[in-house]
């Protein structure tokens, strides 16, 4: 299953005569290409997937729809000649322009010249997931709870944010992980006021915050979690963050359900954070989609008014940062429903003292 009739539409409905695909997330989502070599070109009644001697077996395979095309000279000259031997009026051709590189634009131009381009962003089409996209997703956050948990006993006090990492991303990748969604963030201590504290060669200490940020990818499909544990027994000044955090993370997913705006959500975290006394310590958006790419619309932010439809995917994930001294964040994914939300990332969210 893939999205070629979704594309179509949106081709039809902006009067476009044809569009180009090079990017693997939409050759993946639109076509079902897993490949890296490959351009697709698809307009309101037609589909093409050319590509070379590598991958056209594969792609005879995998793009259901597509009439799969070997190119022997360059991709651009059997796009042109596709156009030519079957009438295609392409007036005006889509590409996807937050991912084109300049020089390759210039190509493509220059081969087509007889057509006017238009820079489209295609990853609001991805933003309602499939029934198929998100038994994969599901999939994905099991393996992410399931290593976060084995990962736990074996953390001690005295290894390091690297170390800790190793093992979370070995834990993944032994449930099916094909690799770890971004680089995993472990932050301790001090570090655990850096919102996007990738893992460093610190050394976990007893009494530390550690924050981890992370998620494992099935099939394509990524997820995204954040847990912060204490190393030993909390304080009470960590207890009293912590919860302040706890609160605002469950106000906001109160908050999600169909029909609500990415905003309303970012509202219900960074209110509650802020009537706790901590305005200017949560700078970061509230949360972001999550599928083929591990930042997809929608998005939670001061600034989104996207509205949330039901079978969207958004992370909640509010977070209070002391430069220099400590900071936590909780997250959460979940699949928007018009009642509320189904959670994905089933791991407590209860203060974990690790005794290692």
């Not at 301790?188 to 550690?210: C, L, T």
Request: hydrophobic share 40%.
């Amino acid at each position: 299953m893939n999205g070629l009739l979704r594309l179509q539409d949106y081709l039809t409905a902006h009067q476009y005569d044809g569009i180009l695909l090079l990017s693997q997330t939409n050759l993946r989502y639109f076509a079902g290409f897993t490949g890296t070599t490959a351009v697709a070109f698809v307009t309101p009644k037609q589909a093409y997937t050319i590509t070379d001697s590598r991958y056209t077996e594969q792609a005879q395979q995998q793009c259901e729809g597509y009439e799969v095309v070997q190119y022997t000279t360059t991709v651009w000259d059997s796009i042109s000649k596709i156009i030519e031997e079957q009438q295609i009026s392409l007036a005006v051709c889509a590409f996807e322009g937050n991912y084109v590189p300049v020089d390759t634009y210039q190509i493509f131009s220059e081969v087509l010249n007889h057509s006017q381009f238009a820079s489209v962003n295609l990853t609001p089409l991805r933003a309602v997931k499939r029934p198929d996209e998100l038994d994969l997703m599901r999939k994905a956050a099991q393996i992410a709870d399931e290593a976060f948990a084995a990962m736990l006993p074996q953390l001690k006090v005295g290894m390091t944010e690297k170390d800790a990492r190793v093992i979370l991303e070995i834990e993944m990748m032994r449930r099916g992980s094909e690799e770890p969604s971004f680089d995993t963030i472990v932050a301790s201590g001090h570090r655990s006021s850096m919102p996007h504290g990738v893992a460093s060669d610190k050394v976990i200490e007893d009494g530390d915050f550690v924050t981890f940020d992370f998620g494992a990818v099935y099939k394509g499909y990524h997820s995204d979690m954040t847990r912060t544990i204490v190393m030993g027994n909390a304080s009470q000044a960590q207890r009293s963050l912590y919860n302040v955090v706890l609160q605002a993370q469950l106000l906001g997913l109160k908050a999600v359900k169909a029909g609500v705006t990415g905003k309303m959500v970012d509202a219900a975290c960074r209110d509650s954070i802020y009537k706790a006394g901590y305005e200017g310590y949560f700078n970061h958006g509230t949360g972001h989609g999550v599928g083929l790419d591990i930042h997809e619309e929608p998005v939670a932010s001061p600034r989104s008014d996207t509205v949330l439809e039901p079978n969207m995917i958004v992370t909640v994930e509010p977070g209070v940062y002391l430069p220099g001294q400590i900071g936590l964040r909780i997250e959460d994914s979940v699949i928007v429903t018009d009642e509320g939300y189904e959670l994905l990332t089933h791991t407590s969210k209860e203060l974990i003292e690790v005794k290692g």
